[in-house]
T-cell receptor
Framework: GNSVTQMEGPVTLSEEAFLTINCTYT??????LFWYVQYPGEGLQLLLK???ADDKGSNKGFEATYRKETTSFHLEKGSVQVSDSAVYFC???????????WGAGTKLIIKP | GAVVSQHPSRVICKSGTSVKIECRSL??????MFWYRQFPKQSLMLMAT?????????EQGVEKDKFLINHASLTLSTLTVTSAHPEDSSFYIC????????????FGPGTRLTVT
């Protein structure tokens, strides 16, 4: 079946550090890939998405590239801020039903 | 942007009682709504998908007689946990999608249910 695996957290970094959160997927077919973010006390928000191989999604300084050859969609940011502290979820969707299949989430803690 | 609200944000109920959670799309018409359950430090588990005016489609292992879902209008879906037990304590999250947006779901802030 389809599944998403992302690195366990929490990930703790200092402000201005480089961030990578790994995400790999298993899917029959060609999924769309997403990163969602959940800030403390708020609902999940779409951070970025990519709908086909080699697409790069980007938003708020975050980037992720859809790599079909490695079945990966790693999230990166060059210089994190304290305000980036949140839980990040990688997810995939098959176009047939639009349901999202979720990774376990990675809690990111940025220290000043 | 699209906003989804949930009410209540927290609820405590006694074992054996029922509790209703509302999910509203505030500024768009939600043709499809999803209900998720999230356990501590775990991912979201899809419970059911509901389309306005039709019966919800439940995921395998989810008791449809226990988790009653109603999507009576394009802006409101409700989840009723019937005869709640402590093991039903969890964080319940809804999301909504409108027909014109192929990919994005808009999420509510979630409801923390505690059954004592």
């Amino acid at each position: 079946g389809n599944s998403v695996t992302q690195m366990e957290g929490p990930v703790t970094l200092s402000e201005e550090a480089f961030l990578t959160i790994n995400c790999t997927y298993t899917a029959t077919g060609y999924p769309s890939l997403f990163w969602y973010v959940q800030y403390p006390g708020e609902g999940l928000q779409l951070l970025l998405k990519a709908t086909k191989a080699d697409d790069k999604g980007s938003n708020k300084g975050f980037e992720a590239t859809y790599r079909k050859e490695t079945t990966s969609f790693h999230l990166e940011k060059g210089s994190v801020q304290v305000s980036d502290s949140a839980v990040y979820f990688c997810a995939l969707s098959m176009d047939s039903n639009y349901q999202l299949i979720w990774g376990a989430g990675t809690k990111l803690i940025i220290k000043p | 942007g699209a906003v989804v609200s949930q009410h209540p944000s927290r609820v405590i109920c006694k074992s054996g009682t029922s509790v209703k959670i509302e999910c509203r799309s505030l500024d768009f018409q939600a043709t499809t709504m999803f209900w998720y359950r999230q356990f501590p430090k775990q991912s979201l588990m899809l419970m059911a998908t509901s389309n306005e005016g039709s019966k919800a489609t439940y995921e395998q292992g989810v008791e449809k007689d226990k988790f009653l879902i109603n999507h009576a209008s394009l802006t409101l879906s409700t989840l009723t946990v019937t005869s709640a037990h402590p093991e039903d304590s969890s964080f319940y999250i809804c999301s909504a999608r409108w027909y014109g947006d192929t990919y994005e779901q808009y999420f509510g802030p979630g409801t923390r249910l505690t059954v004592t």
